[in-house]
């Protein structure tokens, strides 16, 4: 079956209300209070602010601890689309689509660039941005996939806050239900032993007052036994219902493990849709848009604490050659050991991404430029002492570095 996919960002397109949604919240209102008159009960016996704290405070506890802060709060962007889902756009789609190719028509593929400004949606002005650098289409193409990727996987991750909700919500109203009610009874039985007690007590009292010492004595002894048959029923009823009590919690603490254990799977699932949708899958470094978010990262830390940061940029000599000579496996073999090199000289804080095609990035932060002049020289020294061949024949790689210190311009980093 294919698989049905919509571009990441549709939010902005106008949204119809969602009729069923609200039908079906209301529906389930009417169904609570209904089955609670049929039974007898009273409206008012519905609102508890202690079990909706329980409840409430419980569940969101229990969601902040298993979810990252970037999930949560897109999940709480995507709650209005219970009422308000997002349109497809199609014919707007088509529309814009038309419009951009008499733009290329007219002024060719850099006349696209003040298009992709103008443009408010990411993924679009991304899309644009890769036709205006000349990307072939089979790069845009799975550079957009992998987009689309990784958004279905955030709008998964938001999705499953409300499902571990709808999970982790009757597990602790029970929780709640059952303190509630054993608090409850409990009470209930410590004010009928007072009672109890109380008229054992006035009994022997009243026998005191008496003058018939065989009335005092019976009254005593069966006060005192009454009185410890109440204590020890009393402490025999406590012990039971705690014992029932520990089975009930001990169980949903089982529950609660397996929904922990399914919500680490799915930070796992997450951070793996991330690295794929950030990281180069042929070397494994950053990719173009991971480097985005890493120099992004890095520039503000930069400003913040006034520490050094440095770029090197690679290019790979020949690389163009060696592909039409050997193939592109032997490029691809380049390519990786390129990457391997930049990975092994660089430090645990240093990034290495490749920026597109046979160019690489590598950000150290905290190092100045004659630390980065270093690194290059290294670097350069080493592809070139490597040996590189391909069945035996002898490859010419070595690779050109340049410098850098970012700045900040009008636009951003």
């Known amino acids: 079956m294919a698989r049905?996919?919509?571009?990441?960002?549709?939010?902005?397109?106008?949204?119809?209300?969602?009729?069923?949604?609200?039908?079906?919240?209301?529906?389930?209102?009417?169904?609570?209070?209904?089955?609670?008159?049929?039974?007898?009960?009273?409206?008012?016996?519905?609102?508890q602010l202690?079990?909706?704290?329980?409840?409430?405070?419980?569940?969101?506890?229990?969601?902040?601890?298993?979810?990252?802060?970037?999930?949560?709060?897109?999940?709480?962007?995507?709650?209005?689309?219970?009422?308000?889902?997002?349109?497809?756009?199609?014919?707007?789609?088509?529309?814009?689509?038309?419009?951009?190719?008499?733009?290329?028509?007219?002024d060719g593929l850099l006349g696209l660039q003040k298009v992709a400004d103008k443009e408010t949606e990411a993924f679009t002005r991304k899309g644009l941005e890769l036709l205006v650098d000349g990307s072939e289409p089979d790069v845009i193409r799975k550079i957009l996939e992998l987009e689309i990727d990784s958004a279905e996987t955030r709008g998964y991750g938001a999705a499953r806050v409300y499902e571990a909700m709808g999970g982790y919500s009757p597990t602790i109203g029970i929780i709640g239900a059952v303190m509630l009610s054993d608090s409850g009874d409990s009470m209930d039985r410590a004010t009928e032993l007072e009672k109890g007690v109380s008229e054992d007590v006035r009994s022997i009292g009243e026998a005191i007052d008496s003058d018939d010492i065989n009335h005092l004595k019976q009254a005593v002894e069966g006060g005192l036994s009454q009185l410890t048959h109440r204590v020890t029923t009393y402490i025999a009823t406590e012990k039971e219902n705690f014992e029932k009590t520990q089975e009930k919690v001990e169980l949903l603490n089982s529950k609660l493990l397996r929904m922990e254990d399914e919500a680490r799977d799915l930070r796992g699932q997450i951070k793996d849709k991330q690295d794929l949708a950030i990281k180069d899958p042929l070397t494994g470094v950053y990719n173009r848009f991971?480097?985005?978010?890493?120099?992004?990262?890095?520039?503000?830390?930069?400003?913040?604490?006034?520490?050094?940061?440095?770029?090197?940029?690679?290019?790979?000599?020949?690389?163009?050659?060696?592909?039409?000579?050997?193939?592109?496996?032997?490029?691809?073999?380049?390519?990786?050991?390129?990457?391997?090199?930049?990975?092994?000289?660089?430090?645990?804080?240093?990034?290495?991404?490749?920026?597109?095609?046979d160019e690489f990035v590598v950000i150290l932060p905290d190092t100045p430029i004659?630390?980065?002049?270093?690194?290059?020289?290294?670097?350069?020294?080493?592809?070139?002492?490597?040996?590189?061949?391909?069945?035996?024949?002898?490859?010419?790689?070595?690779?050109?570095?340049?410098?850098?210190?970012?700045?900040?311009?009008?636009?951003?980093?």
Not at 10 to 25: N, P, Q
Not at 82 to 93: D, I
Not at 99 to 104: E, L
Not at 384 to 410: M, Q, R, W, Y
Request: glycine letters at 10%; hydrophobic letters at 45%; a positive charge.
């Open 370 to 413: 004659d630390g980065a002049q270093r690194f290059a020289e290294d670097a350069s020294r080493i592809i070139l002492e490597a040996g590189f061949n391909n069945n035996g024949k002898p490859l010419d790689v070595s690779i050109s570095c340049t410098t850098a210190i970012p700045v900040a311009v009008s636009t951003g980093s």
């Open 290 to 357: 991971g480097f985005d978010e890493r120099i992004d990262e890095e520039f503000a830390r930069h400003e913040r604490m006034h520490s050094p940061l440095s770029l090197v940029f690679v290019d790979c000599n020949k690389f163009k050659k060696i592909n039409d000579t050997f193939g592109h496996k032997a490029g691809d073999t380049v390519l990786l050991k390129v990457a391997e090199t930049l990975s092994n000289r660089a430090r645990t804080s240093d990034i290495v991404a490749r920026y597109g095609g």
């Open 50 to 106: 202690t079990a909706f704290v329980i409840v409430f405070g419980g569940t969101l506890g229990a969601i902040l601890v298993q979810t990252p802060l970037p999930v949560f709060l897109l999940a709480l962007k995507r709650l209005k689309w219970v009422f308000l889902p997002p349109s497809q756009g199609g014919q707007e789609s088509l529309k814009a689509i038309v419009g951009w190719s008499r733009v290329v028509r007219k």
């Open 4 to 47: 049905t996919r919509s571009r990441p960002g549709s939010s902005g397109l106008a949204a119809k209300l969602d009729y069923l949604s609200i039908a079906g919240i209301l529906l389930a209102f009417a169904a609570v209070v209904g089955g609670n008159l049929l039974e007898g009960g009273h409206t008012a016996s519905l609102v």
